[in-house]
């Protein structure tokens, strides 16, 4: 019997079996919609968990902040040097994965930053317990890695403002930035105008590009 060949279609099974089971586990880990709170669709036709959760995406919406719904949290995932430890022994190795697949509410690409939304912290019972268990686990990530991140509470819901306050001063002096790109200053009474005009809508005056 040639063991090397043996060796060789053995290793290549078990490396198909844990990718698949990885895969398989992904899929069972991840948070049905209606889980927690209410279902709720927000400005922009996005079906989110909570009523909560769907005030702080029209807000964003309102501030032309954009995010991403439920985007993948994880950690490194299957590390390569452990598949080729694992084909070099012929399988006494085990595939070193991270089993944890956890989803955040919102993140915004723009600042790199996540946004949590604790709706259900102060909730009794099997719910809330769960919750919280996830919300730690989420937590320990965040800081862990060293991932921005904005909580939200309940009791922040009227005033997003101040919440959010670091990210819409940035977003708005971005704004004004492009804005300032694509515009010019008439010469004769200072007033902004489009670099497509020709002439000043407040004076007259004739801009020269």
Do not use: H
């Amino acid at each position: 019997m040639n063991w090397k060949l043996f060796g060789i279609i053995f290793s290549l099974l078990m490396i198909f079996y844990f990718i698949v089971r990885y895969k398989l586990t992904r899929k069972k880990d991840k948070k049905d919609k209606t889980s927690f709170g209410v279902e709720t669709v927000t400005k922009t036709g996005i079906t989110v968990r909570s009523k909560g959760e769907a005030k702080v995406a029209d807000f964003l919406t309102d501030n032309n902040i954009e995010y991403e719904y439920e985007r993948e949290i994880k950690k490194q995932g299957i590390k390569p040097y452990s598949i080729i430890l694992f084909i070099l022994t012929l399988g006494l190795i085990k595939i070193k994965r991270n089993n944890d697949y956890l989803l955040s509410d919102f993140y915004l690409p723009k600042f790199d930053t996540y946004v949590e939304y604790w709706g259900l912290g102060q909730v009794k019972g099997e719910v809330g317990d769960q919750y919280n268990k996830r919300k730690k686990i989420k937590e320990k990530m965040y800081k862990k890695y060293n991932i921005k991140l904005i909580s939200v509470y309940p009791e922040d819901i009227k005033n997003l403002n101040q919440v959010f306050s670091a990210v819409l001063s940035d977003n708005k002096t971005n704004s004004n930035d492009k804005e300032n790109e694509d515009s010019y200053f008439c010469n004769e009474c200072g007033e902004k105008v489009d670099k497509t005009s020709k002439f000043c809508n407040e004076c007259g005056n004739t801009i020269e590009n």
